[in-house]
C-alpha cells in the first residue's frame, strides 16, 4: 500500500481524546498482524501502534542487499488460515526481503488490517492505571490510548544496537545501518565501502556489496559459523510433504523443537564412523537448510561438546577448503562457541567472496578499531579511507524494544526496567508479575528467537487472546503472573539452558553483545513443543501461577510452579505416561526382566571406554558374571566394584552399562559391574552376600584385572546402591577388603515405607510405591528386614569408609537416602550429599537421555577421585567446552 494511503487511514483515528479500546497491540510485523486478525475475530475492539509506515516489521525495516530469511519459506509462514496458504506460492526455497514484505501486505489487505492500524505512531511510555484496571500509552503521535490489555508484539530483533565506537558523527562519507536500511536505492559501485560486523546481516549483505563496491573491507570481531543456503525453487522433498498432509505437517511443526517438522535425530556421534558421520555432514551441508544441519547429524551435537565438536571440525574444513588465504580462513573460522550455541549464518557465496581481489577482512581481535575519522577507520595498526560504512552490528535482541518503551509503570508505580535492571523475569515469556494485562509475543522465557518464529508467534498469539476470550466469558477484568510462577518459570529456564550449548556462547541470545546488559540466556531453550506442552498445561491446571481478577467475581488464584521437574526428565515421563504401560509388578519377575530389557535396548548406546571385558568371579554357589570397564588412559587404575538397580529382581550389567561407561570416562577408574543373583529365584541375604564376596575377590585379584592394588571402591544405584552400602559393613566387620569410598546413588537404606517420599511419590516417577512393595516382597520376608544387610541404616555404621549419597526429589527412596547420609555424618563418617531437584529415580543412569543428570555424574566421579586420592580432571564434554568459562551452575542440586 502506497504510504499516502497509509496515511489517509491512519488519520481517521487522529483526535486529540485518548483513544478507549479493548486491546492496544504495539507492533505491525507477523505478530501484530495476526493479533489484530484474532482480536477481530475474537469481537475485540483493538488498535495496532506502528512506528513504521507500514506494515511488516521486521521485513519493512530490514533492506539492505541480500536481506532473506533462514527458514524455508514454506515453513516461515501463517498456518491459521489454509485458504492463505493455497493463496499465496513462495517463489523461493528462502523468500527475499521484498517478496517477504509483500506477503505480510498481502495478509493485511486480505483481513483489511490497515484500518486499525495507526502507523508513525511510536509508543514512548505505558502506565497502569489501578482504579480503572487499564493502560494508558502515550505515544508520539495524536491521542493517547487507553486498554484493558496492552500487547506488546515489538519483536525480538527490532531495537538496533546503537554502535560502539567513537567518531561516527565525524565520518564525512554515507552511513547505513543493516536493520534501518533506506527505501530508495543505495549506490555502492564504484565506491569504498566498509562492513562492521559479521552477523547473520553482514553475511548476506556482504558478497552482494563486494559485487557491486570497488572495495569492501570487512571488519570482523567474531567469526561465525555460516552455511551454504543453495537457495532456488522450495525443494521438491519439503514440499511433497507439506503437500500430501497439509495439516499434519504443520501440526508436527508445532510440536517439533524447532517449529520446524523434522524428527528428532536418535543416533549419537559414537555410533558412527569418521566416514558415516563425514556422509551425513556432506548431505547436510547440500541440502543447506540450518535446521536440518542444526538437528540433523547426530543426537549429541547440540548438547554435547565432544558431539558438537565433531560437526565444528568438519564446517572449519570447509572454510578452509573455500578461503584460499590460509590466514584470511583462518580469522573466518569460529573457535570460541560450539556449532549453534550463536546463530548460524545462511549464506551464498560468503566464504568465497574473500577470495575476491576487491575485498579485505580485518581482524578486529588482531587489530580493534580505533576511531572512526571523517574519511574512514582506523584501527590500531593501519587506516583505512573509504566512501561509505555499513553497519551490520546487530541488535539490542529480546529486550530492547520492550524496555525502549520507558517507562512501563505497572501495579504500585513499580518500572519494568528497575524489575529486569538484572535480567529479564517473567512467567512463560508471556508476562510479568507486577504488570496485570501485560502481554509480550514472544518475550524473554519463550522459545523465539530458538524457534521458526512464524510458529512460535501463531501459538503465543492463539494463547493470548483464547485467554482473553475465556477471561471475558468469566466476568474477570485483570490477570497477573504470581511471583512463584515466576521465580518457578526462572528456575525451569535456568533448568533448561543446561539442556543445550546456548550458555557457553557470548551471544546475543545472552544479551552479551551489549555493554552493560545483563547475562543470561534469554530465549527458551527447552523446544517449541515442550513449551507449548506447558502453556496448554497451565491452562488446564486451572490457569496455575495466574491470578484472575474481576468486580462482580470472586478472586480467582491458583498459585504454584508449572514445571518442576528437570526438562529432560519431564519429557521421559511424559512419554512413559503416553505408552500407558502396565505396572511394571503386573508383569512376573521375568515379564519385568524381559520388558526392562527391552525397554533399554532403545536408550542410546553407552560411550566408547577403553576396553570392556566380560568374565566371572566365584561365590558361595558357582560363579557370578561381571562386566569390567576399563579407561583408555595408562593403568593400573583404581577398581569401583559396581551394583546395579533392579530391586534385587532386575537388571544387568546391560541395564546399567551407560552409567558404567560414563563413570568410568569420568572417574578414570575401572569399573567392575557384577552380576549379583536375583530374587525371588534367591532371596534375601543372597544380593547381598554375593556383593560382599564378589567386592573381596575383585580386591584380591586387582593386579589380574588390571587394577591398582591397594583399597577398591565401592558404588551402586538403587538397589545396586543398597547391596554397595551393606557390602562397606560387611567388609568392615568380616575383616576387609579395604574400601576407599563408596557412592550409593538413589539406594534403599530401611525398611520403613512412611517417610514423606514414599507419599509424595506413589506414582507417576517410573518407581512407583506398590513397586517398591513388590521388590521388597520379592527378596525380603518382614521378619528378615530390619537386618542391616537390607536396612543398612539398622547397622552400626561407625567406622564405615566415606560416602557421596545421591537422592532424587521425585523418588519414593528420597528420604531414607537422606536418611543414610544424615546418619552416617552423625556417626562421624565424612559425607557428602547431593540432593538432586527435579530428578527422578533414574535420572542419573539414564546417561544421554536425562542430559540434566551429567552435572551430577560429575560431582560423583569428582567425589569418587578424591576418595581414591587421585588429582581432579578438568569436567569433561560441555562442561569444559570453553577455556576460562566459570564453572557450571549445577542444575541438578540446589
Ligand atoms: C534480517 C532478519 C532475518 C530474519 N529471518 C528469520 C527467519 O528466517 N526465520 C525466523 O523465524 N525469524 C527470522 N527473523 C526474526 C524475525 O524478527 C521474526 O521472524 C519476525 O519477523 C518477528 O515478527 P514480530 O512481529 O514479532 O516483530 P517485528 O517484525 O520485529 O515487528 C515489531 C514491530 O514493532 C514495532 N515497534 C517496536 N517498538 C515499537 C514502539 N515502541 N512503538 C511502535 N512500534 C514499535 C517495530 O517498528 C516493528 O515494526 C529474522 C530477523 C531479521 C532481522
Known sequence: MPDGMVAARASESTNSETQQIDVAVVGAGFAGLYLLHRLRKAGFSAVVLE????????????????????????????????????????????????????????????????????????????????????????????????????????????????????????????????????????????????????????????????????????????????????????????LALLEGDHAGYREQARWSLGGVPWPQQTVVSWQLSDAERRERFEKAWATGDLIYILTQLWADQAVDADGNALLADLIREKIRSTVHDPETAAALTPHDHPFGAKRPCLDTNYYATYNRPNVTLVNLRQEPIKAITSSGITTDKRGFDVDVIVFATGFDAMTGAIRAVHPIKGRGGKSLSDVWAHGPQTYLGLTVAGFPNLFMITGPGSPSVLSNMAVSIEQHVDWVVDRLTAMREAGFAAIEATDAAQAGWARHMADCSMLTLHRLANTWYTGANVPGKAQGVMPYTGGVGPYRSICNEVVGQGMLGFRLTGPNVPEQCNDGEIVRLQPDVRLVLNMLAEMKLPPLESFGSQGARDFVAQFNAARPAGRPVGEVVDGTLPSTDGPLPYRLYRPATPGPHPIVVYFHGGGWVLGDAQSDDPFCRDMCRRTGMIFVSVGYRHAPEHRFPTAAEDGYAAARWIAEHATELGGKVGPVLVAGWSAGGNIAAVTCQLARDRGGPQIAGQLLVCPVTDCTFDRPSYNDNVTGYFLTRSLMYWFWDLYSSPADRADPRVSPLRGKLAGLPPAYVVTCEFDPLRDEGIAYADALAAAGIAVEQLQARGHFHSSFTMVDVVITGVSGRARMAEAMRRFAGLPQEPRQGHESVRQGLPREVDAAAN
Open 51 to 238: 512506528e513504521a509506515d507500514d506494515v511488516g516489521g521486521t521485513w519493512y525495516w530490514n533492506r539492505y542487499p541480500g536481506a532473506r530469511c533462514d527458514i524455508q519459506t514454506i515453513d516461515y509462514s501463517y498456518t491459521f488460515d489454509p485458504e492463505l496458504e493455497s493463496a499465496w506460492k513462495w517463489s523461493e526455497k528462502y523468500a527475499t526481503q521484498p517478496e517477504i514484505l509483500r506477503y505480510l501486505g498481502f495478509v493485511a489487505d486480505r483481513y483489511d488490517l490497515r484500518r486499525d492500524i495507526r502507523f508513525g505512531t511510536k509508543v514512548t511510555a505505558a502506565t497502569w492505571d489501578e482504579g480503572a484496571q487499564r493502560w494508558l500509552l502515550t505515544t508520539d503521535n495524536r491521542a493517547k490510548v487507553s486498554c484493558r490489555h496492552y500487547i506488546m508484539a515489538t519483536g525480538c530483533l527490532s531495537a538496533p544496537k546503537p554502535p560502539e565506537i567513537e567518531g561516527v558523527k565525524d565520518f564525512k562519507g554515507e552511513v547505513y545501518f543493516t536493520s534501518r536500511w533506506p527505501h530508495a536505492e543505495v549506490k555502492l559501485a564504484g565506491k569504498r565501502v566498509a562492513v562492521i560486523g559479521t552477523g547473520s546481516s553482514g553475511i548476506q549483505a556482504i558478497p552482494l556489496i563486494a559485487e557491486q563496491a570497488a572495495h569492501l573491507t570487512v571488519f570482523q570481531r567474531t567469526p561465525n559459523f555460516a552455511l551454504p543456503a543453495h537457495n532456488g525453487p522450495a525443494p521438491a522433498d519439503r
